[in-house]
Nanobody, 122 residues
């Protein structure tokens, strides 16, 4: 099992940057792929970025490609989402999730954090 907790959200102006962190507990963290999803009010939860267990395989939604960078430090059991050139449409609650193997389908993820709010003002 793994427990997840996000931090780093906040209010930022368009064009600004934030770095989200997802801290995990559990001995098997390094075997899990970690995925970031986001959910804006009235919208479905959508895939943002994912990273394989080794940190080599990286996946991004087209909407964030070139602006967001996902990384992980297995020694710290932490995954990061560096978000640059933020846009108002990036405003959402951001969640990290874990499973064995990467998937862009949120229904396939068993473990979730509580979410962190990101608000980008225009």
């Amino acid at each position: 099992q793994v427990q997840l907790g996000e931090s780093g959200g906040g209010l930022v102006q368009a064009g600004g940057s934030l770095r989200l962190s997802c801290a995990a507990s559990g001995r098997t963290f390094s075997t899990y792929a970690i995925c970031w999803f986001r959910q804006a009010p009235g919208k479905e939860r959508e895939f943002v970025a994912a990273i394989g267990w080794s940190g080599i395989m990286l996946y991004y939604a087209d909407s964030v490609k070139g602006r967001f960078t996902i990384s992980r430090d297995n020694t710290k059991k932490t995954t990061y989402l560096q978000m640059n050139s933020l846009k108002p449409e990036d405003t959402a609650v951001y969640y990290c999730s874990a499973r064995v193997g990467v998937s862009e389908d949120p229904n396939r993820y068993e473990y979730w954090g509580q979410g962190t709010q990101v608000t980008v003002s225009s």
